[in-house]
């Protein structure tokens, strides 16, 4: 008893289920991802807005990414900062289920936005439908719907469907995996469904054909023009790594989640519990570095972003042969909407 007293227990009298310096390494851990996902993702969507050469159609939706990868760091990642740093979930029951559904609505929104990614580099490589382009329109469109969808999937256990509950190590909030309810199990296993697999479907498809497409491109010399062909592979295997990230992240977490409630008699300690869940978290970073450093166009705005002016990864070059390189994909992106050129 002695030893029991002499721990730093919880406001409710429960024993933490890590020590105190185990708090705090996850807090500092999270801090670092989320200043750098702030500074990040708050580029991608400054450096679109000022340089109108990159607003085009698949530039929408790695913006809209960033908006919701913004959205998860600001009403999750920052408030799981907050909690580890005090040692426990100290923002009530609104703040769970505030926390538990922005996290959840902005990641399946992203989700649902790398889909959207996905079927935008089928049609404009594969080009399954002939001459029909990805155009802004049908960008605009795939940001509504995966918005409306997660919305539509995350709403319900506001209203008794399902509910937002601590997980882990009680420090982040999540839809409640763990309760043997019907009502709740037939939420998860209907979440899991159209929230995780019909999305991850279109995008193993969409990329697996994508992939194939490419290598036939590559192996028998066929296909369009030398830059254009070049521009979309290599913009598609950006958005591929993009799509890989994403996946590493999320899948151990959507795997976690199955056999909790597919196998609720397997008992998982809470903290190897905790380590895919700031997993997920910690996927808001990787997707604007990917976009940066692989694209050389957006890299050429947002390295001076950062550093201000300074591009140490800038070609050797006359200013007039920038503005002419800036003034050539402007046309080339005005004269073909669903194409993108990375240079």
């Not at 007293?5 to 890590?18: F, R």
């Not at 913004?70 to 923002?91: C, D, I, K, M, P």
């Not at 506001?158 to 763990?178: H, I, K, M, N, Q």
């Not at 990917?290 to 300074?310: E, K, S, W």
Request: aromatic content about 12%; some cysteine.
């Amino acid at each position: 008893m002695e030893n029991l007293t002499s721990l730093d227990l919880l406001p409710n009298g429960e024993v933490p289920l890590m020590p105190r310096y185990g708090f705090t390494i996850l807090a500092v851990i999270m801090a670092v991802f989320t200043i750098a996902s702030l500074v990040l993702n708050s580029t991608v969507v400054i450096v679109t807005l000022r340089h109108r050469q990159l607003r085009h159609p698949l530039n929408f939706s790695l913006v809209n990414l960033a908006v919701a990868d913004l959205g998860v760091t600001v009403f999750g990642a920052s408030l799981v900062v907050e909690t580890n740093a005090v040692g426990y979930f100290n923002l009530g029951r609104v703040g769970c289920v505030i926390e538990g559904f922005a996290v959840a609505f902005f990641g399946i929104a992203a989700l649902c936005t790398i889909a959207v990614i996905a079927v935008d580099r089928f049609v404009v490589v594969c080009k399954p439908l002939g001459t029909l382009m990805f155009t802004r329109r049908h960008a605009l469109l795939g940001i509504a719907w995966a918005w409306l969808w997660s919305f539509v999937w995350n709403t319900p256990p506001l209203f008794g469907w399902g509910s937002y509950e601590l997980e882990g190590v009680r420090t982040s909030c999540a839809p409640d995996w763990y309760s043997r309810d019907p009502a709740n199990v037939s939420y998860i296993t209907s979440y899991f469904a159209f929230c995780f697999a019909i999305p991850f479907l279109v995008i193993v498809v969409a990329y697996g054909r994508l992939m194939w497409t490419l290598h036939q491109v590559a192996k028998l010399g066929m296909g369009e023009s030398g830059s254009t062909a070049k521009a979309e592979a290599q913009v598609s295997r950006m958005v591929v790594v993009m799509v890989v990230a994403f996946l590493v992240c999320w899948l151990p977490y959507a795997l976690f989640a199955m056999i909790v409630v597919t196998k609720p008699d397997v008992y998982i300690d809470p903290v190897i519990a905790t380590l895919p869940m700031y997993l997920t978290k910690t996927s808001t970073v990787y997707n604007p570095i990917i976009y940066i450093f692989m694209n050389r166009q957006f890299r050429d705005c947002a390295v001076p972003f950062l550093l201000c002016g300074r591009n140490p990864w800038a070609e050797p070059s006359s200013e007039s042969a920038t503005a002419a390189s800036t003034s050539a994909t402007s046309v080339t992106l005005a004269s073909a909407p669903g194409q993108v050129s990375p240079s």
